[in-house]
């Protein structure tokens, strides 16, 4: 289970849709495909805003994002 803030993670989210929308998220699109994975990913993708995502913000956006798509345990 991801350990963050879900509804902070939904806040922060929409910056990330300014330059995709959640259809990344779902088959067929979706590559990711474990928790690890996907805190991997928004650390990687979190690096190109400026300032970066912190931790807690990486923790926040991963519980939104494992809440309401991937739902891995």
Same mark, same amino acid.
């Given at each position: 289970? /991801?350990? !963050?803030? /879900?509804?902070?993670?939904?806040?922060? #989210?929409?910056?990330?849709?300014?330059? #995709? !929308?959640?259809? $990344?998220? +779902?088959?067929?699109?979706?590559? +990711?495909?474990?928790? /690890?994975?996907?805190?991997?990913?928004? $650390?990687?993708?979190?690096? #190109?805003?400026?300032?970066?995502?912190?931790? /807690?913000?990486?923790? &926040?956006? +991963?519980?939104?994002?494992?809440? &309401?798509?991937?739902?891995?345990?």
């Amino acid at each position: 289970r /991801a350990a !963050g803030d /879900a509804t902070r993670g939904e806040k922060l #989210h929409e910056s990330c849709l300014s330059c #995709h !929308g959640t259809e $990344v998220y +779902v088959p067929p699109k979706r590559k +990711v495909t474990t928790l /690890a994975a996907l805190r991997k990913e928004t $650390v990687r993708w979190g690096d #190109h805003y400026n300032p970066a995502f912190k931790k /807690a913000e990486v923790d &926040d956006l +991963v519980a939104y994002l494992n809440r &309401d798509f991937y739902k891995f345990r």
